[in-house]
């Protein structure tokens, strides 16, 4: 099978945080994948820029040693590696200073197409936005990336929205929630839209609830300063969890387009009801001997920051009134699996009788790990005897269907850098969608602030907290089990 590569014109991407540790775990990398594709046009430049005082060859040995790290042996070769190296420019620059802006603007070429990618502390994303006005470099054709988190509040993500259209206009600006780069998470709208089969089933009258599960196994350590001050309600669920929710809820967009479908994805954000105290449960990794506790990796011992949610959501619409979306995610779990799954109604009468059981389709899509999707269907099962029912899954595993070729998933940040450069939106945050998720988030949030609650512990390698399975239980419904 063929890939289709929708060239692109040379262009200029600047990395502010060129020598941090997105730059050369994700970014970097990214381009080099897309630039051995043969995607990466000659006469483009990858410029990084950060405090550290280097020259092009000493980044340039940065880089080198970053992709050693980062991409697998055998899509490293000494050709494309150089080639790829022969990209790539430096300049030291003070991001709140005047140092080596000039330096920038010089190696900035006007008439190419230029990105500016913000991958730095979001207290500089408004310095950066005005130096690069200020400099002569933010034209009716600039793009800017910025990176989450986006605002920890409805307040700050305003502010922050504000600042940045004093120097780009919104079509300007992409807001990355790396989600929505997965191949799989993409797969969600090519699923819902490109086929016939679900869509007249995707409503309340049929789905009896969604789940939506981002299950994790690391703990935070490392990253416990930024970590604690955010929880797993700012760093996951206000905006992965929030937009998968939002694909496998909206509406038909008319057009794969970026207004038409993030238009959708709002009016979901928007027709949420606030969440009940009683169907939220927040958790905190404890530790079993072998992990350290949360508390250990925060050194704080008094925190109270959650480490773990579930919560059930209502979306108050025509479509989906009356049936809950139940979201979990949680850090120190018993496997790395995110899926999401559509649990159908029953049949509405059962002609085997009370012996045949009770059985349910079920549609898991598996975003990651072991990409693809599977329908429970129930069947006879085989022999004499009477009339047993089994349900049987009917599977697809994504790299099995599409053939070896296939079978390295497209790294998220791959399709979103090259978006930028293409000038493609569909697959970025609207201001007003960040917004939006941030008013319906904020008042959970205030509320654990304000009561003096604590998160519940759970054991680490489990499934989170007791409390979360009892919310289900309540209703006569279970979580989809965690599966290492
Ligand atoms: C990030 C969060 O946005 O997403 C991390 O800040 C989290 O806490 C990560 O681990 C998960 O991403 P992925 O692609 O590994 O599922």
Request: glycine share 8%; proline share 5%.
């Amino acid at each position: 099978m063929v890939s289709r590569v929708i060239p692109v014109d040379p262009f200029d991407l600047t990395i502010f945080g060129g020598t941090g540790d997105l730059a050369h775990r994700k970014i970097l990398p990214a381009l080099y994948r897309r630039f051995r594709a043969g995607q990466m046009p000659e006469g483009s430049r990858i410029i990084g820029a950060a405090r550290s005082d280097l020259n092009d060859d000493q980044y340039r040995d940065e880089v080198r040693a970053a992709l050693k790290e980062f991409v697998a042996a055998p899509k490293l070769d000494d050709a494309a590696l150089a080639g790829f190296l022969d990209l790539i420019r430096y300049v030291a620059i003070d991001a709140v200073g005047d140092n080596g802006w000039k330096e920038l603007k010089e190696l900035v070429r006007d008439d190419h197409i230029s990105a500016f990618y913000f991958s730095v502390a979001p207290a500089l994303f408004g310095p950066l936005a005005e130096r690069l006005h200020s400099h002569g470099m933010a034209d009716d054709t600039t793009r800017i990336v910025v990176e989450k988190p986006f605002g920890r509040d409805l307040a700050s993500a305003r502010a922050l929205n504000r600042t940045l259209a004093e120097h780009f206009h919104e079509t300007q600006i992409y807001r990355i929630d790396h989600y929505l780069g997965k191949e799989t998470v993409q797969n969600l709208m090519a699923l819902r839209f490109g086929n016939v089969l679900f869509e007249p089933l995707w409503n309340s009258q049929y789905v009896d609830h969604i789940q939506i599960t981002v299950a994790e196994t690391v703990g935070v350590g490392g990253r416990g300063g930024y970590y604690d001050r955010s929880g797993a309600m700012r760093d996951m669920v206000q905006n992965h969890l929030m937009q998968l929710l939002c694909l496998i809820a909206m509406e038909p967009p008319s057009q794969f387009e970026p207004g038409a479908v993030r238009d959708e994805k709002l009016k979901v954000i928007r027709s949420l009801d606030p969440v009940k105290p009683d169907d939220i449960v927040r958790g905190q990794y404890a530790s079993n001997g072998k992990t350290a506790s949360y508390l250990e990796d925060v050194e704080d011992p008094q925190s109270t920051t959650e480490s773990f949610v579930a919560l059930k959501a209502h979306i108050s619409n025509w479509r989906w009134a009356g049936t809950p979306f139940y979201l979990r995610t949680g850090k120190r779990l018993k496997a790395r699996q995110s899926e999401i799954a559509v649990v159908f109604k029953d049949a509405p009468h059962s002609i085997f009788g009370a012996e045949a059981g009770r059985h349910r389709n079920i549609l898991t899509i598996r975003l990651q790990p072991n990409e693809g999707m599977t329908l429970g269907v129930t069947i006879k099962e085989p022999g004499p005897g009477g009339m047993r029912l089994i349900d049987v899954p009917l599977d697809m595993t994504f790299a099995d269907a599409l053939g070896a070729e296939n079978e390295q998933v497209t790294d998220a940040y791959e399709r979103l850098v090259m978006d930028v450069i293409r000038g493609n939106q569909t697959l970025f945050m609207r201001g007003d969608e960040v917004e939006a998720a941030w008013a319906w988030t904020d008042p959970i949030i205030e509320r654990w602030d304000a009561d003096g609650s604590k998160p519940f512990p759970y054991e680490p390698g489990s499934s989170g907290p007791e409390e979360s399975a009892m919310m289900l239980h309540r209703e006569n419904r279970r979580w989809r089990e965690i599966r290492e």
